[in-house]
C-alpha cells in the first residue's frame, strides 16, 4: 500500500515563505518520479514542480526562480520550498508519484493560502 503524506501547508502573507514536505510509503520513492501539483479555487489542477530518481527538475513558468523542488532519498520525502509566495498561489497543493509503469498515487493535499 503506497500513501503519500503532505505537511507544511498554512496562512502566509505575500512575500512570505512556506516548505511542504511530502512523505512516501512503500517501495516507489526510489523509483519514480515526484512532482508537486496545485488547484486553485475554480480551476483544474496544474503541475507545479516535478524532480526525476536522479534530480531532474521542472517548474512551471509560474513558479521558476521562486519554488525549489528537492527529494530525500533517504527519508523518502519529496520537499517543495516555496519564497515570494503571491496571493494567486493560493490553491490545495498535492503531491504526486509517477512511473510509467504503474498508476499514479497522489496524496490528499495540503492548502496553502497567501494574503495580500
Known amino acids: 500500500q503506497v500513501q503519500l503524506v503532505e505537511s507544511g501547508g498554512g496562512l502566509v502573507q505575500a512575500g512570505g515563505s512556506l516548505r511542504l514536505s511530502c512523505a512516501a510509503s512503500?517501495?516507489?520513492?526510489?523509483?519514480?518520479?515526484m512532482g508537486w501539483y496545485r488547484r486553485a479555487p475554480g480551476e483544474q489542477r496544474k503541475l507545479v514542480a516535478t524532480?526525476?530518481?536522479?534530480?531532474?527538475?521542472n517548474y512551471a513558468d509560474s513558479v521558476k526562480g521562486r519554488f525549489t523542488i528537492s527529494r530525500d532519498n533517504a527519508k523518502s520525502t519529496v520537499y517543495l520550498q516555496m519564497n515570494s509566495l503571491k496571493p494567486e498561489d493560493t490553491a490545495v497543493y498535492y503531491c504526486?508519484?509517477?512511473?510509467?509503469?504503474?498508476?499514479?498515487?497522489w496524496g490528499q493535499g495540503t492548502q496553502v493560502t497567501v494574503s495580500s
Open positions: 512503500g517501495s516507489i520513492f526510489s523509483t519514480h518520479t
Open positions: 524532480i526525476t530518481s536522479i534530480g531532474i527538475t
Open positions: 504526486n508519484a509517477h512511473s510509467i509503469a504503474y498508476p499514479d498515487y
